[in-house]
Each structure stands twice: as structure tokens, then as C-alpha cells.
């Protein structure tokens, strides 16, 4: 199955492609992109697993290839390693022509980004995501960005890619914990935005194996999601891209607490869209029902929802967040399955509901 979502903004348009055909991929790339020298950016997992069949495939399509690899995990998403990037890329004489390419999980798309964004003022880039979370949410919508010691993201850019291709082939190599790491950034865009994308999950979430026509329609929904938000709100200026950090408020908090090494993103996206709808529900925002509907899907994933947070350190990272604005806590809560509405929440709400939260 081939699908083909078109990203249109204001003074770019690229397109994802969702197929395991290179020779789609191909014809598509010789549209967009005039070079003939590419740097592929990988970490050391996707070297051993499908760095060469990649290069390979780009030297069999008559290209110049390049590669860096750095190590893998948040960790190495730092200015140590863009630094290398640079100098690196210098050295493998990568000019203003050539384009970068991102072939990772959101870790590589989101440094390879800003590298791409920031190397000679900025070069072509081309998303190749190999985890689910990369494929449904981070390639899409041109955030980049490194962690400094005292913060996750915080030096990046906006830049948009010229390409990304979506090739659920990589996934069969990708281990279950991260599989499931991506499926609730997926179900995050049913319970925002679709109430019969919900009723398909849950269905599709009875059965033990998803097949790879199920796989390829999930991410295209997300994508598609994804790129209709980012049309119209690129730069989070109007507020509409906000609704897609349902359950991070809590989520960044709960990393930050946990110094990054104990939840997956998407397992602490989890956890804190419960926590919302739990004060969705004790801000008489939602029903009971939408409430237990939210927790529902998150038990049939088999997602571990245990949670002791700090109710005081919770909430003083929380204003501490990127999402809080004057000292008030912005929060994504949920109306119904399919809705969701941006508020800022008093501090007194919040640290009850944190308070109650951590019997969960
Ligand atoms: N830019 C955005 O809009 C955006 C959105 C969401 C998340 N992010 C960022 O994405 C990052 C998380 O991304 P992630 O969850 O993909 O993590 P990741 O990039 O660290 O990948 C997870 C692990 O899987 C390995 N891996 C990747 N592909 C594989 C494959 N096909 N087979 C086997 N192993 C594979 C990686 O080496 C790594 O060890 C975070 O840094 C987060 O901030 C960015």
C-alpha cells in the first residue's frame, strides 16, 4: 500500500511518503531534490541493523553517500555530538548543496534536524524515521533541537524537511517496548481529534497481531493529524499545535523527575494523558465515562500506568515547563473522545489532582 500525504506551508510543501517501494521513494526524491551528495546521520543500533542496505540503495540510485554515526539514546542528543556533526561533515567536503538525511528514531530526526537547519546557514534534509514514534510524530512538522545539562530541547529550530519517507520495514527489527512507546503517541491523535479513529483502535487492540495494512493506515492517520495542525499553525504561534501535548505537561515532568532514564517518552505520554483527563474529570471538563474510556486503551496497550509522583516537586517543574505561561499551568484536557481544549489550570486544582494521582 502506497500513501502519500502532501505538507503544505506557508512558504514550503514536502511530502511523506508511506511505502516500502524504494522505487517510489526514488522518483519522488529526484523531484525534490537536485544534489547528488548525501550525509546520512544514524546512531550505532542502525548501523549494525540497516545503515549499509541504505547506502547501498542510495550508490544503486547513482548517489554520493556520506555517513556519521553517533551513539543512541536521548543522551547523545547533545551539542558534543552536533558538533562532531559539523566538523565532520566538513571534513566529508558536505557543501550548502548537499542534503543531510535523518535515518533513526526521533533522537537522530530531531539532531540531524538542527543540524541541517543550522550547517551553512542551512541544507535540504530528508526524514528516513525507523521507530514508530519517528514515523507518527516526530518526522513530521519540523521541530528540531538538542537537550542542554539543564534542559530537554531547549537549543533548536523550526525546519522542515523536503522528504520523508515512511518504510515499515524497519520496524520488524524494533524491539516491543519501543513499539509500544509509539502507539501512544497514536492513540494521542484519536483522543484529540477522532472519536471513530478510537473505536478502530479499540478494536484493532483485541487482536494480538496488527497486520502491516492496519500498521501503514495508523500512521498515515497520525501523520495526516499531524500535518493538518502543523499547516496551520507551524510555528505554535495560534495555539492550535499545542493540543498535540496532550499528556505532556505531566509527561516532561515525570522524565525531568526521573532524570530521563527510567520512561520511554511515549510510556510517560501515557501516563500523563490519564493524568489530564483525570483533572479534566475533577474539573467537571469530562465524564466519567470519557475518563475510564481514556484509561481503558491505555490498559489494553498493557501500558504500565504506576506512577508516585512528588505532588510539590511535580508542581514546581510543571511552571518550570515550556508550556507554562505568568506562573500558570497550561493544560490539554479532554472534553470527549475526539476533543480536547487548552486551559490554564490554578495551581491549587492541580496539586490536589496531583495529590490523588499518585494512588493510580
Ligand atoms: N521533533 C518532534 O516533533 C518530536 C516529537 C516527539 C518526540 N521527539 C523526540 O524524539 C525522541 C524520541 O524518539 P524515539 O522514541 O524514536 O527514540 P530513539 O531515537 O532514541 O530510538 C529508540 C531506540 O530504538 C533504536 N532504534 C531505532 N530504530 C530502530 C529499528 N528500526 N530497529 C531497532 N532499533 C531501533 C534506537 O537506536 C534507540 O536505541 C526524543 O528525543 C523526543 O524529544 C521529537
Not at 537536485?34 to 546521520?41: E, H, R, S
Amino acid at each position: 500500500m502506497k500513501k502519500t500525504i502532501t505538507v503544505r506551508l506557508k512558504k514550503h510543501k514536502y511530502n511523506i511518503i508511506i511505502s516500502p517501494s524504494t522505487k517510489t521513494f526514488f522518483s519522488s526524491l529526484r523531484k525534490q531534490i537536485k544534489t547528488k551528495t548525501f550525509f546520512i546521520i544514524s546512531d550505532k543500533n542502525i548501523e549494525k541493523l540497516h545503515l549499509k542496505s541504505l547506502v547501498n540503495l542510495f550508490k544503486q540510485y547513482g548517489y554520493n553517500v556520506h555517513t556519521a554515526v553517533i551513539s543512541y539514546g536521548e543522551k547523545s542528543k547533545n551539542i558534543k555530538n552536533l558538533s562532531y556533526l559539523y566538523n565532520k561533515a566538513l571534513e566529508l567536503g558536505i557543501d550548502r548543496k548537499s542534503c543531510a538525511i535523518a535515518f533513526g528514531g526521533g533522537v537522530i530526526g530531531d539532531i540531524a534536524g538542527f543540524f541541517a537547519a543550522t550547517y551553512m546557514r542551512g541544507i535540504d534534509f530528508i526524514q528516513i524515521p525507523t521507530t514508530l514514534l519517528a514515523m507518527t510524530d516526530s518526522c513530521v512538522g519540523g521541530k528540531t533541537a538538542i537537550n542542554v545539562t539543564k534542559g530537554k530541547n531547549i537549543a533548536g529550530a523550526f525546519y522542515q524537511p523536503n522528504l520523508v519517507w515512511i518504510n515499515t520495514f524497519f520496524l520488524e527489527s524494533l524491539p516491543q517496548r519501543q513499539i509500544k512507546n509509539g502507539l501512544a503517541e497514536i492513540i494521542k491523535y484519536a483522543f484529540i481529534f477522532d472519536k471513530k479513529f478510537y473505536n478502530y483502535l479499540a478494536d484493532l487492540f483485541e487482536n494480538e497481531i496488527i497486520s502491516s495494512n492496519d500498521l501503514d493506515y495508523i500512521i498515515y492517520k497520525s501523520c495526516f493529524y499531524k500535518a493538518e495542525i502543523v499547516e496551520k499553525d507551524e510555528r505554535e504561534t495560534i495555539g492550535l499545535r499545542a493540543v498535540l501535548n496532550f499528556g505532556h505537561t505531566y509527561a516532561h515532568c515525570l522524565e525531568t523527575a526521573t532524570n530521563y532514564n527510567r520512561f520511554l517518552h511515549g510510556e510517560a505520554v501515557a501516563i500523563g494523558m490519564l493524568f489530564a483527563a483525570r483533572l479534566s474529570l475533577e474539573l467537571k471538563i469530562c465524564k466519567r465515562e470519557v475518563y475510564y474510556k481514556v484509561k481503558n486503551m491505555l490498559n489494553i496497550t498493557a501500558f504500565n500506568l504506576d506512577t508516585k509522583n512528588k505532588p510539590i516537586k511535580f508542581l514546581s517543574l510543571m511552571k518550570k515547563d515550556k508550556k507554562s505561561v505568568d506562573g500558570n499551568i497550561n493544560f490539554v484536557l479532554i472534553k470527549d473522545i475526539g476533543e480536547v481544549i487548552n486551559k490554564q489550570v490554578a495551581d491549587k486544582m492541580v496539586l490536589n489532582v496531583l495529590k490523588k494521582f499518585r494512588s493510580i
